[in-house]
């Protein structure tokens, strides 16, 4: 698959003159789409990127699941392949797109972060109640730590 390695470089090349992607995006684009052609040619045994159907693409995905991969990392993958094909299509080098209703992972939910009960009472009774701002500044905390408020990072 001489020609896919070609292809590849002018996608790169299309996403960092057009599209203009940040320098981080474009690593992670490299790596997973080399990681799949290298996977379509030594594992699927493929010659040609007109030969991929979705049933490889299923395959590689689900080798990535087995080697375990998150599903955010699964579904960065396939956000990459998608596109790198229907650049393919737009670039009349393919004919069909295998990525044709291919669907993402379900992303894992991240539980947030919580104090201990200790540690809520040290931050609630850290300002001084002496001063006008320490009031306030303890009638905040306690405002949000009864109301469940959370930070905007949380």
Do not use: C, W
């Not at 087995?66 to 699964?74: G, I, L, Q």
């Not at 894992?108 to 200790?118: A, H, M, Q, T, W």
């Not at 009472?121 to 306030?136: E, F, S, V, Y």
């Amino acid at each position: 698959m001489k020609y896919a390695q070609d292809a590849l470089d002018d996608y790169l090349h299309f996403l960092r003159v057009e599209r203009q992607l940040a320098a981080n995006t474009l690593v992670s684009y490299e790596r997973d789409l080399k990681s799949y052609l290298h996977y379509l040619k030594e594992v699927e045994q493929l010659d040609s990127l007109r030969k991929v159907e979705r049933v490889h693409i299923l395959n590689h995905l689900r080798h990535l699941k087995e080697n375990t991969k998150t599903s955010r990392t699964v579904a960065r993958h396939i956000s990459s392949i998608r596109s790198f094909h229907q650049f393919l299509i737009r670039e009349r080098v393919v004919d069909n797109d295998p990525t044709v209703h291919l669907e993402m992972p379900q992303m894992d939910k991240k539980l947030p972060n919580v104090l201990s009960i200790e540690e809520v009472d040290a931050l609630i009774q850290a300002p001084d109640t002496k001063k006008a701002n320490g009031i306030r500044d303890q009638a905040m905390l306690e405002l949000l730590y009864g109301s469940g408020m959370r930070s905007v990072n949380a």
